[in-house]
């Protein structure tokens, strides 16, 4: 690894012998490999480029102008303050101006961003800000909900609790109407 250290099975080990656990049991034995490889999974946002991912077209958007709205993405993330996992759902939608994303694309752009050490204010905005740099839309705007285990299992410790976050860029913010509508589409 270039300038980083390296996160081993070794310091995963360490880990689990700091616990008080024997990390040569049968049932920990291979713990140490598979955490260090879900670890590498849940944060390859930091090696992907949103950029990259949200390839614009302009076949046959000139003439749409309604939203494009895209509900219930799945949100899995890890609060950058407990390394606790957090996890719900974003809804993603924005107004074009003569181009448009392959929807599959809003999905992988929450992907991205929530496979990082997070807190879920900045990720709502860093979705939304991405999709607006490339897009270049007359709107954007994106609500995400999600339940923290941070507070669910440590803590205040109340289940079942969401969090709701929400960015709106160009046209939403002073356009109370459209800022309506989104709302209401973004709404289970």
Request: one cysteine or more.
């Amino acid at each position: 690894m270039s300038d980083k250290e390296a996160f081993t099975e070794h310091d995963w080990r360490r880990l689990l012998t700091s616990l008080g656990e024997d990390p040569n049991r049968p049932g920990l034995h291979e713990t140490p490999a598979r955490v260090a490889k879900a670890w590498k999974h849940w944060t390859s946002g930091y090696d992907q480029d949103p950029v990259s991912v949200l390839k614009a077209f302009e076949d046959g958007a000139e003439q749409y102008n309604e939203l494009i709205v895209v509900r219930g993405i799945p949100v899995y993330s890890h609060c950058e303050h407990h390394l606790a996992p957090f996890f719900g759902k974003a809804t993603v939608g924005y107004l074009p101006n003569g181009k448009i994303v392959g929807l599959s694309k809003l999905t992988r752009l929450v992907d991205i961003f929530s496979k990082r050490l997070q807190v879920q204010e900045r990720m709502t905005m860093q979705i939304a800000n991405a999709l607006m740099e490339v897009l270049e839309p007359k709107a954007v705007g994106v609500v995400v909900k999600c339940r923290h285990m941070c507070m669910e299992s440590r803590g205040i410790r109340t289940q079942g609790e969401e969090t709701i976050t929400s960015c709106m860029l160009g046209e939403l913010q002073p356009n109370l109407a459209l800022r309506t509508e989104f709302l209401a589409l973004a709404r289970d």
